[in-house]
Nanobody, 123 residues
Framework: QGRLVESGGGTVQAGGSLRLSCAAS????????MGWFRQAPGKEREGVAS??????TRYADSAKGRFTISQDNANTLYLEMNSLKPEDTAMYYC??????????????????WGQGTQVTVSS
């Protein structure tokens, strides 16, 4: 059984930066995708960024130009977030799945989830 453990959340002022990390084990053999998702109170969970074994990355429109997803050789997933806005405030989750779905930013495509890390951006 694999495991996903997020870290790096916190409180930052608008315009600031944070880097989220997700230590992954057991999910990155063969074809796979990993992604960052977020959920604000009263809102549905939404995809932020994904990276798959085919090398492709995808970003939500709200993340383009500000966030960067990456993965190192130790299978740690990162999300570098710059120019943060109050509307980025949410619980951020790391997720993983086997195979490459048609749309890797769809949370319903993912089976395995971390416990989440809170990001709060103050104005």
């Amino acid at each position: 059984q694999g495991r996903l453990v997020e870290s790096g959340g916190g409180t930052v002022q608008a315009g600031g930066s944070l880097r989220l990390s997700c230590a992954a084990s057991g999910y990155t053999d063969g074809r796979f995708c990993m992604g960052w998702f977020r959920q604000a109170p009263g809102k549905e969970r939404e995809g932020v960024a994904s990276i798959c074994s085919d090398g492709r990355t995808r970003y939500a429109d709200s993340a383009k130009g500000r966030f960067t997803i990456s993965q190192d050789n130790a299978n740690t997933l990162y999300l570098e977030m710059n120019s943060l806005k109050p509307e980025d405030t949410a619980m951020y989750y790391c997720a993983a799945r086997a195979g490459v779905p048609f749309w890797p930013l769809d949370s319903h495509e993912y089976r395995y989830w971390g416990q989440g890390t809170q990001v709060t951006v103050s104005s």
